[in-house]
C-alpha cells in the first residue's frame, strides 16, 4: 500500500511533489470562492478563457438540454449534428477569413497541431510535397501536443521530451529581416508560418506595429500558408471578434479555443480559407484522414452557440478596450512611480514587467493572499486577463492589489 501524500492528480505545469492545491469550488462573475471561503477576484479568466464569467446557468442549461436529447455521437463520415453545424456556420461568419470552412475539435493543443497537418497537407496536394518546413516565433507558445510542443518559442517547455517534430523552425519574435531572409533562401520548402497575434503565454507581447502585415506579404510573396494562433485572443479579447480584425490581416488559418464557449465545455477549432480548403476539395474522392473523438461534441458545441449569445447579446467585446484602458492606466500609474519595471498589453490583455529586486510567483502570492489572482511568467512577469463582465471597481481592486504587492 502507498504511503504518498502527494494527490493522484498528477497537475498540469506545476511541480508533481507540491502537496495540497487551493480547492475553486464556486464563481459568480468576476469572482471565485474557495474551499476554505476565501473571496477572490478572478484577473486571469482562469487560464486566458472565461470572457463571460463564471456562473453562467444559461449555458449550463444549454448544455444539460442538448445532454438530454443526445449528449455526443460520431462526426466521423457520415453523422452530424445540429449544435456543431451551427456553431461551425457562426464561427465561419463571425470570421475574417472569405468562404471559410471550419474544423472542430476539443481544445487549443488540438487545434494547432490540426493547422500544422493542414498546412502540410495543402501544400502536397497543391503539388508543392517539399513544403513542409513550419516557422514560428520565440516567445510564442502552441500548445502541448507534439506539434505545437515542436512550434513552442518558449524554450523550457521543449525541453525534456526527446526527438520532437522535425522540420520546425523559430525566428525572433519581432524580427521581421530574419523571417524574410529565411523565406528568401528557403522559401521554396516553407509550408506555412505560426504566429500569435499577441503572444500570451510568453508572457503577453504585442506585435511590433505593421509586423503581422509584413509576414502576410512575405508568405504570398513566398507561396506560405499564414495561420495566427487565436487561441487567447480569439472572441472578444481585443475587442474583435478576433486579433485579425484588429491588425487588419487575412489568414489562411485560424486556430481557436478557450473563449469560443469561455471553457464551460472544451471546443477548439480551425478556421480554415480557399488556400487550404481548395486543395482538400479538388478531388471529391479525397478523405481527410484527421479528426478527433470529440470532433463537433454537441453538448460542447451547444456550450459555444450559447456562449456567443452571451457575447453578443451584452455587446461583451465593446467592453474590453475600456475596461484593459482602465486597467493599463492603473498600472502604468505604478510603473511612473517606479513601482514597477513597466506594462505591456493591448486590448484587454496585460501584463507588468517586475524590476530584477522583484520576483514573479511573490507578487502572485501576495496578491492571491490580497483577493486577486494573477498569473506569474518567469521570474519577472504577471500577467492580467480579466472577464470582459469585470467591474470598474473591480478593476480598481486588481490595480490596488498589485500597487499593494509591488511594495517594499
Given at each position: 500500500m502507498s504511503t504518498s501524500t502527494t494527490p493522484r492528480?498528477?497537475?498540469?505545469?506545476?511541480?508533481?511533489?507540491?502537496?495540497?492545491?487551493?480547492?475553486?469550488?464556486?464563481?459568480?462573475?468576476?469572482?471565485?470562492w474557495t474551499a476554505d471561503g476565501h473571496e477572490l477576484i478572478d484577473a486571469m479568466a482562469s487560464l486566458w478563457y472565461c470572457n463571460v464569467g463564471h456562473g453562467r446557468g444559461e449555458i449550463a442549461d444549454a448544455v444539460a438540454?442538448?445532454?438530454?436529447?443526445?449528449?455526443?455521437?460520431?462526426?466521423?463520415?457520415?453523422?452530424?449534428?445540429?449544435?456543431?453545424?451551427?456553431?461551425?456556420?457562426r464561427v465561419a461568419a463571425l470570421s475574417p477569413v472569405p468562404d471559410a470552412r471550419v474544423f472542430l475539435c476539443g481544445s487549443g493543443s488540438e487545434s494547432i497541431d490540426t493547422a500544422i497537418k493542414l498546412a502540410r497537407l495543402a501544400q502536397r496536394l497543391s503539388g508543392h510535397p517539399d513544403r513542409t518546413v513550419v516557422v514560428s516565433r520565440e516567445r510564442g507558445y502552441h500548445g502541448t501536443n507534439l506539434g505545437g510542443t515542436s512550434a513552442q518559442g518558449i524554450a523550457p517547455n521543449r525541453e525534456g521530451w526527446g526527438p520532437l517534430v522535425p522540420e520546425m523552425v523559430q525566428v525572433p519574435s519581432d524580427d521581421i529581416e530574419a523571417l524574410s531572409v529565411l523565406m528568401s533562401e528557403h522559401g521554396d520548402r516553407i509550408a506555412a508560418v505560426i504566429s500569435e497575434p499577441v503572444q500570451g503565454a510568453g508572457g503577453v507581447f504585442p506585435p511590433a506595429d505593421g509586423y503581422l502585415q509584413e509576414v502576410r506579404a512575405l508568405c504570398d510573396r513566398h507561396g506560405a500558408l499564414m495561420v495566427l494562433d487565436e487561441v487567447i485572443t480569439g472572441f472578444g479579447r481585443l475587442g474583435r471578434w478576433f486579433a485579425a480584425e484588429h491588425y487588419g490581416v487575412v489568414p489562411d488559418m485560424i486556430t481557436f479555443a478557450k473563449a469560443v464557449t469561455s471553457g464551460y465545455q472544451q471546443v477548439g477549432g480551425v478556421v480554415i480559407g480557399q488556400a487550404v480548403v481548395g486543395p482538400l476539395e479538388s478531388d471529391p474522392a479525397y478523405l481527410l484522414r484527421h479528426g478527433y473523438t470529440y470532433s463537433g461534441h454537441a453538448s460542447s458545441c451547444a456550450a459555444g452557440l450559447a456562449n456567443l449569445d452571451i457575447l453578443e447579446r451584452e455587446e461583451l467585446l465593446d467592453r474590453a478596450v475600456p475596461m484593459g484602458r482602465r486597467l493599463a492606466d492603473g498600472l502604468e500609474a505604478i510603473a511612473a512611480d517606479g513601482g514597477i519595471a513597466g506594462v505591456r498589453g493591448v486590448g484587454a490583455v496585460w501584463a507588468i514587467a517586475l524590476r530584477p529586486d522583484q520576483n514573479a510567483v511573490a507578487v502572485r502570492d501576495r496578491m492571491f493572499a490580497d483577493g486577486v489572482i494573477t498569473r506569474a511568467i518567469g521570474a519577472d512577469t504577471c500577467t492580467f486577463c480579466p472577464p470582459l463582465v469585470t467591474t470598474d471597481a473591480q478593476i480598481d481592486r486588481i490595480v490596488d492589489s498589485v500597487a499593494g504587492a509591488v511594495a517594499p
Amino acid at each position: 500500500m502507498s504511503t504518498s501524500t502527494t494527490p493522484r492528480f498528477l497537475h498540469p505545469f506545476a511541480a508533481p511533489a507540491r502537496p495540497a492545491f487551493v480547492e475553486v469550488v464556486r464563481g459568480a462573475g468576476a469572482l471565485l470562492w474557495t474551499a476554505d471561503g476565501h473571496e477572490l477576484i478572478d484577473a486571469m479568466a482562469s487560464l486566458w478563457y472565461c470572457n463571460v464569467g463564471h456562473g453562467r446557468g444559461e449555458i449550463a442549461d444549454a448544455v444539460a438540454a442538448q445532454m438530454r436529447s443526445i449528449e455526443a455521437y460520431s462526426c466521423f463520415e457520415p453523422f452530424t449534428n445540429a449544435p456543431a453545424d451551427a456553431l461551425a456556420e457562426r464561427v465561419a461568419a463571425l470570421s475574417p477569413v472569405p468562404d471559410a470552412r471550419v474544423f472542430l475539435c476539443g481544445s487549443g493543443s488540438e487545434s494547432i497541431d490540426t493547422a500544422i497537418k493542414l498546412a502540410r497537407l495543402a501544400q502536397r496536394l497543391s503539388g508543392h510535397p517539399d513544403r513542409t518546413v513550419v516557422v514560428s516565433r520565440e516567445r510564442g507558445y502552441h500548445g502541448t501536443n507534439l506539434g505545437g510542443t515542436s512550434a513552442q518559442g518558449i524554450a523550457p517547455n521543449r525541453e525534456g521530451w526527446g526527438p520532437l517534430v522535425p522540420e520546425m523552425v523559430q525566428v525572433p519574435s519581432d524580427d521581421i529581416e530574419a523571417l524574410s531572409v529565411l523565406m528568401s533562401e528557403h522559401g521554396d520548402r516553407i509550408a506555412a508560418v505560426i504566429s500569435e497575434p499577441v503572444q500570451g503565454a510568453g508572457g503577453v507581447f504585442p506585435p511590433a506595429d505593421g509586423y503581422l502585415q509584413e509576414v502576410r506579404a512575405l508568405c504570398d510573396r513566398h507561396g506560405a500558408l499564414m495561420v495566427l494562433d487565436e487561441v487567447i485572443t480569439g472572441f472578444g479579447r481585443l475587442g474583435r471578434w478576433f486579433a485579425a480584425e484588429h491588425y487588419g490581416v487575412v489568414p489562411d488559418m485560424i486556430t481557436f479555443a478557450k473563449a469560443v464557449t469561455s471553457g464551460y465545455q472544451q471546443v477548439g477549432g480551425v478556421v480554415i480559407g480557399q488556400a487550404v480548403v481548395g486543395p482538400l476539395e479538388s478531388d471529391p474522392a479525397y478523405l481527410l484522414r484527421h479528426g478527433y473523438t470529440y470532433s463537433g461534441h454537441a453538448s460542447s458545441c451547444a456550450a459555444g452557440l450559447a456562449n456567443l449569445d452571451i457575447l453578443e447579446r451584452e455587446e461583451l467585446l465593446d467592453r474590453a478596450v475600456p475596461m484593459g484602458r482602465r486597467l493599463a492606466d492603473g498600472l502604468e500609474a505604478i510603473a511612473a512611480d517606479g513601482g514597477i519595471a513597466g506594462v505591456r498589453g493591448v486590448g484587454a490583455v496585460w501584463a507588468i514587467a517586475l524590476r530584477p529586486d522583484q520576483n514573479a510567483v511573490a507578487v502572485r502570492d501576495r496578491m492571491f493572499a490580497d483577493g486577486v489572482i494573477t498569473r506569474a511568467i518567469g521570474a519577472d512577469t504577471c500577467t492580467f486577463c480579466p472577464p470582459l463582465v469585470t467591474t470598474d471597481a473591480q478593476i480598481d481592486r486588481i490595480v490596488d492589489s498589485v500597487a499593494g504587492a509591488v511594495a517594499p
